[in-house]
């Protein structure tokens, strides 16, 4: 079945440590996106890709980093450098155009203790 | 980047009540998508409206887009138990092909038997 996998669904880490959040998609989508999500707040863009080893900044991409070696992955790093890291991660996709709609994967529950 | 305004963030209703989320835009917007999340879940496509003052209907759920093309509604006829969730609007970014959307803060509703 086609899909988008994200893994794990929890994930915990000491904080200071940098953590690799893991998204794949069997789609054929040329767009990927992370999300991040806080309680009672929307989805907010991290980091987003158009192609094979490019992507863009999305609205909060301060300590997080990301990578785009392959059509089907784009797994986020979340560095020490974010300062607020316990959250909701969600990874989209989507054929590329205005009028398509995103693809989500499963989630990962990110707590930094 | 663009901005979408979604009220309310909260609702309760008791079940058989009827419910609305609106979202609204200062700009003129090509398309809006509504997406539905489950507690614990993950954002899934409802629907998409482009044309100005399109309605569309899903069983019980009644979408529409303004004829200004600025604001959008999801109404629910008769909520039930399995309406439970949060329904986020978004939008495209206008000036890109690749696609990506901008998220309202969500409506989040309950529902009691």
């Known amino acids: 079945d086609g899909g988008i996998t994200q893994s794990p669904k929890y994930l915990f880490r000491k904080e200071g440590q940098n953590v690799t959040l893991s998204c794949e998609q069997n789609?054929?989508?040329?767009?990927m996106y992370w999300y991040r999500q806080d309680p009672g707040q929307g989805l907010r863009l991290i980091y987003y890709?158009?192609?094979?080893?490019?992507?863009q900044k999305g609205d909060i991409a301060e300590g997080y980093s990301v990578s785009r070696e392959k059509k089907e992955s784009f797994p986020l790093t979340v560095t020490s450098a974010q300062k607020n890291p316990t959250a909701f991660y969600l990874c989209?996709?989507?054929?590329?155009?205005?009028?398509?709609?995103?693809?989500f994967g499963q989630g990962t529950r990110l707590t930094v203790v | 980047g663009q901005q979408v305004m979604q009220i309310p963030q909260y609702q309760h209703v008791q079940e058989g009540e009827d419910f609305t989320t609106y979202c609204n835009s200062s700009t003129t917007l090509s398309n809006i998508q509504w997406y539905k999340q489950r507690p614990g879940g993950h954002p899934v496509f409802l629907i998409q409206?482009?044309?100005?003052?399109e309605v569309k209907k899903q069983k019980r759920l009644t979408f529409q887009f303004g004829e200004a093309k600025k604001n959008s509604s999801l109404h629910i006829t008769a909520t039930q138990t399995t309406d439970v969730g949060t329904y986020f609007c978004?939008?495209?970014?206008?000036?890109?092909?690749?696609?990506?959307?901008?998220f309202g803060r969500g409506t989040q509703l309950t529902v009691w038997p």
């Open positions: 978004a939008l495209a970014d206008r000036g890109s092909t690749l696609g990506r959307l901008y």
């Open positions: 890709s158009q192609i094979v080893n490019d992507f």
């Open positions: 989209a996709s989507s054929i590329t155009g205005v009028n398509t709609e995103a693809f």
């Open positions: 789609l054929n989508h040329d767009a």
């Open positions: 409206l482009v044309k100005s003052g």
